[in-house]
């Protein structure tokens, strides 16, 4: 079953435009993570942010977390054409080893 | 660190046919986990291990799927038999205690005709 829900299911954007998307969750976490996914290949870790954090940053990348909405968000600010990628928000339970469950994603398109 | 490795990349099998993906962790790391990525169905969580011992396997759709870690360094995940309906990419990835997040492989992208 699925822990989180992306939304926008999809995005498309102008090369040098913020993208903003978000993820609900429905129980408690320890903390929640966001993978990057480009086409034909793995996920890649980008961001943990535990539960008692309420933003993080890393680069051009924003994490915010509402753990009394249950929400979080990520920006990403000056977006490129690499950027294009399906973004997925994770959500633990447990400690950050632990299983982590997968959100259906989000599909940014950033046009040059 | 070559990462996460997996093999093959690409399988294409007849239905009936047993097929097993193989999954190389980071060294040092103590969980492994093997994900199933379907366009319908998403990333689904088949099984994972802890120091080679399996942890959660309520993700494994059928008694047809069988995964086993005889050390800390290779695991693998067995179809037998295999039909249309397990085509999909499947996913290893490790992660150790304290780390911050997991590290993937490419994916098996497995094809049943």
């Known amino acids: 079953s699925q822990q989180g829900e992306e939304d926008p299911q999809a995005l498309s954007i102008q090369e040098g435009e913020n993208a903003t998307m978000n993820c609900s969750y429905k129980?408690?976490?320890?903390?929640l993570q966001w993978y990057r996914q480009n086409s034909g290949r793995g996920l890649v870790h980008l961001i943990l942010i535990r539960s008692n954090e309420r933003e993080k940053h890393s680069g051009r990348l924003r994490v915010t977390l509402d753990t009394s909405k249950k929400s979080s968000s990520l920006l990403i600010t000056a977006s490129r054409a690499a950027d294009t990628a399906s973004y997925f928000c994770a959500t633990a339970p447990g400690p950050s080893y632990d299983k982590v469950i997968f959100g259906p994603g989000t599909s940014l398109s950033v046009i040059p | 660190d070559a990462g996460v490795i997996q093999s093959p990349r690409h399988e294409v099998t007849e239905m009936g046919q047993e097929v097993t993906l193989r999954c190389k962790p980071i060294?040092?790391?103590?969980?492994l986990f093997w994900y199933r990525q379907t366009m319908m169905r998403g990333l689904e969580l088949l099984i994972y291990?802890?120091?080679?011992?399996?942890?959660?396997d309520s993700g494994m759709p059928e008694d047809r799927f069988s995964a086993k870690m005889p050390n800390a360094s290779f695991s693998t995940l067995k179809i037998q038999p295999s039909e249309p309906r397990d085509s999909a990419v499947y996913f290893c990835a490790s992660t150790i205690v304290g780390g911050k997040g997991y590290t993937f492989g490419s994916g098996t992208r497995l094809t049943v005709v």
């Open positions: 129980t408690s976490i320890n903390n």
């Open positions: 060294s040092g790391h103590d969980y």
């Open positions: 291990f802890n120091n080679n011992v399996p942890i959660d």
